[in-house]
């Protein structure tokens, strides 16, 4: 996968469709957070509140990886989750495209 070749389009259209779906899962972790900082009765729960933050912080960490090499895997992830549309990635070459089809039907599987 390491032999993938991004043209300079396709780097565009990459990033775009990254940042898009980075800005979806940001916008749900803030509702959740605000659904859960709302719930807050006791200081157990403000720290339950930090634990659960700091377990989504690794998660996006892994998931919102924007190297060239990791984006097909990233795309397939970010579809499978309901963050990114494959139309989004259009522009992008088929060869590309069929490793993101090939890893979420993977996904799909699981």
Partial sequence: ????????SEKKVARRAFDQAAEAVFAELLAEFRRRAAAV???ADLWELERHLRQQRRALEELLDFRYS????VFARLIHEGHLDEAQLAGLAEEKLELVRSYLALLRRR
């Fill in 1 to 8: 996968m390491r032999d993938l070749k991004w043209s300079g």
């Fill in 41 to 43: 009765a006791e200081p």
């Fill in 70 to 73: 990791q984006l097909p895997f």
